[in-house]
């Protein structure tokens, strides 16, 4: 019998939460939004092996250390990885068909949270196209799936850089990660590794099953390497709301026409998965917008781009957004790039409502127009204390005037000069606080 190269295979398997929403698509539309999630056979949401695959090729910069791994034209991958499977409440991988119609918990993804999207332009209004929504998986979601890797050598370090990848900070998966999307944590990481050349690993590597489901007992519980992050800047705002605040849901209810937008997430505080409804939310998209409207103006005052003499750059083709938030534009001197920000959602746990009554007023008569009442529901969080967390690669920052713009706009969230959220201009949004940058 002839014995291949690689006598070494080491296996982790890894238990994901989710601590930001998920949004993995399944590239297919529906009638509900314009993007739903990937599901499994027992239609629940999962996150394709594949997914993950590329997610971790990319992290690795150098491309020949990547093809090494992962393989290229001349060799196969030494890399395998299976599905992330849903971890149901008795903590069990949702592996093979199942009966999920008795499980509360199993029942609570067939309808998923959506959010709703809208481009502004530099005017402050929604740009023509610009509307669009997706579904999510909830925050708080566990998945487990394996990592195998073939190896020549015992000990290979390529196996510890891979659950480094996995186990960074700057780890995200699915779209939208750089709009608060796919940011996760791992919960545990069991780890195995079998010398195919010793009886024993031999016989235990092939009696260990395919399954997530069925236990793993000759594992260790393997650490990853601390990260230090040194490719990425990390700015901290803590902040307070001043007053009343709206991130609206683009929907009404009972009481309001406008409402505050809330979503669901799961909580495993107790050992088992509870789903929750937090009582409100700050959408990452709706401070990632103002702060790249904010930047582009903060450019364009440093390198004096004035409106006066037609030269104010918008920030679609403005330098500080280009280098910060990317682009889809493919122009002679403007590329499609990534952004190299990446935003948090806040959930807050305790708010309080109050709904306020508006009247539209005629400018000619002053009188009240018909039909011109509506209500909105605004946030309030008194004495409470927000954390945003946004990191960026240093790469993006290297212009001084860029890292000026972009750091202006934050420190101008913190003094009140740059509100949040709808209603603006009716003194919603305003927030008070402090910058911490780590880098």
Same mark, same amino acid.
């Given at each position: 019998?002839?014995?291949?190269?690689?006598?070494?295979?080491?296996?982790?398997?890894i238990?994901?939460?989710?601590?930001?929403?998920?949004?993995?698509?399944?590239?297919?539309?529906?009638?509900?939004?314009?993007?739903?999630?990937?599901?499994?056979?027992?239609?629940?949401?999962?996150?394709? =092996?594949?997914?993950?695959?590329?997610?971790?090729?990319?992290?690795?910069?150098?491309?020949?250390?990547?093809?090494?791994?992962?393989?290229?034209?001349? #060799?196969?991958?030494?890399?395998?990885?299976?599905?992330?499977?849903?971890?149901?409440?008795?903590?069990?991988?949702?592996?093979? &068909?199942?009966?999920? #119609?008795q499980?509360?918990?199993?029942?609570?993804?067939?309808?998923?949270?959506?959010?709703?999207?809208?481009?502004?332009?530099e005017?402050?209004?929604?740009?023509?196209?610009? *509307?669009?929504?997706?579904?999510?998986?909830?925050?708080?979601?566990?998945?487990?799936?394996?990592?195998?890797?073939?190896?020549?050598?015992?000990?290979?370090e390529?196996m510890?850089?891979?659950?480094?990848?996995?186990?960074?900070?700057?780890f995200?998966?699915?779209?939208?990660?750089?709009?608060?999307?796919?940011?996760? *944590?791992?919960?545990?990481?069991?780890?195995?590794?079998?010398?195919?050349?010793?009886?024993?690993?031999?016989?235990?590597?092939?009696?260990?099953?395919s399954?997530?489901?069925?236990?793993?007992?000759?594992?260790?519980?393997?650490?990853?390497s601390?990260?230090?992050?040194?490719?990425?800047?990390?700015?901290?705002?803590?902040?307070?709301?001043?007053?009343?605040?709206?991130?609206?849901?683009?929907?009404?209810?009972?009481?309001?026409?406008?409402?505050?937008?809330?979503e669901?997430?799961?909580?495993?505080?107790?050992?088992?998965?509870?789903i929750?409804?937090? *009582?409100?939310?700050?959408?990452?998209?709706?401070?990632?917008?103002?702060?790249?409207?904010?930047?582009?103006?903060?450019?364009?005052?440093?390198?004096?781009?004035?409106?006066?003499?037609?030269e104010?750059?918008?920030?679609?083709?403005? *330098?500080?957004?280009?280098?910060?938030?990317?682009?889809t534009? !493919?122009?002679? !001197?403007?590329?499609?790039?990534? =952004?190299?920000?990446?935003?948090?959602?806040v959930?807050?746990?305790?708010?309080?409502?109050?709904?306020?009554?508006h009247?539209?007023?005629?400018?000619?008569?002053?009188?009240?127009?018909?039909?011109?009442?509506?209500? #909105?529901?605004?946030?309030?969080?008194?004495?409470?204390?927000?954390?945003?967390?946004?990191?960026?690669?240093?790469?993006?920052?290297?212009?001084?005037?860029?890292?000026?713009?972009?750091e202006?706009?934050?420190?101008?969230?913190?003094?009140?000069?740059?509100?949040l959220?709808? =209603?603006?201009?009716?003194?919603?949004?305003?927030f008070? =606080?402090? &910058?911490?940058?780590?880098?």
């Amino acid at each position: 019998m002839q014995m291949t190269k690689y006598k070494y295979r080491m296996i982790a398997r890894i238990t994901l939460e989710a601590t930001s929403p998920l949004a993995v698509g399944s590239g297919e539309k529906d009638i509900i939004t314009d993007a739903p999630v990937a599901r499994d056979v027992n239609d629940l949401p999962y996150i394709p =092996g594949t997914s993950l695959m590329g997610i971790i090729r990319h992290s690795i910069k150098d491309l020949k250390e990547s093809d090494s791994i992962f393989g290229g034209q001349e #060799e196969g991958s030494k890399v395998l990885i299976s599905d992330a499977l849903l971890l149901g409440s008795n903590q069990k991988a949702m592996d093979g &068909l199942k009966d999920i #119609e008795q499980d509360e918990y199993l029942k609570a993804f067939e309808v998923l949270p959506i959010r709703q999207h809208v481009r502004i332009t530099e005017k402050g209004i929604g740009a023509d196209h610009g *509307k669009f929504d997706e579904q999510v998986v909830y925050k708080g979601t566990r998945f487990i799936f394996e990592l195998e890797l073939l190896s020549e050598t015992k000990d290979d370090e390529n196996m510890q850089k891979l659950l480094d990848i996995i186990s960074s900070p700057t780890f995200r998966v699915g779209s939208g990660t750089r709009n608060g999307f796919g940011s996760m *944590k791992v919960v545990s990481m069991k780890y195995a590794s079998y010398d195919l050349t010793q009886e024993k690993d031999l016989d235990a590597y092939l009696k260990k099953s395919s399954s997530l489901e069925e236990d793993w007992n000759e594992t260790i519980e393997k650490k990853p390497s601390e990260l230090q992050g040194a490719d990425w800047i990390k700015y901290t705002l803590t902040l307070k709301p001043l007053n009343f605040f709206l991130f609206s849901s683009g929907f009404g209810d009972e009481e309001a026409d406008m409402t505050p937008v809330k979503e669901n997430y799961v909580d495993w505080s107790t050992g088992k998965p509870e789903i929750k409804e937090s *009582k409100s939310l700050i959408p990452a998209t709706s401070v990632k917008g103002a702060i790249s409207h904010r930047t582009a103006y903060h450019w364009n005052r440093l390198t004096k781009h004035f409106v006066d003499n037609a030269e104010a750059i918008a920030s679609d083709r403005n *330098k500080a957004c280009l280098a910060i938030f990317g682009t889809t534009l !493919d122009e002679a !001197d403007i590329k499609p790039s990534r =952004g190299k920000a990446i935003f948090s959602d806040v959930f807050i746990e305790n708010t309080a409502s109050k709904v306020l009554p508006h009247i539209k007023v005629d400018k000619f008569t002053s009188g009240v127009m018909d039909g011109a009442l509506f209500q #909105e529901k605004v946030s309030t969080a008194e004495n409470q204390e927000l954390m945003e967390d946004i990191l960026v690669e240093k790469e993006a920052l290297q212009d001084e005037d860029v890292r000026k713009a972009f750091e202006k706009a934050l420190q101008d969230i913190c003094d009140g000069f740059l509100p949040l959220g709808s =209603g603006t201009n009716r003194g919603n949004g305003i927030f008070t =606080g402090t &910058l911490n940058i780590q880098e």
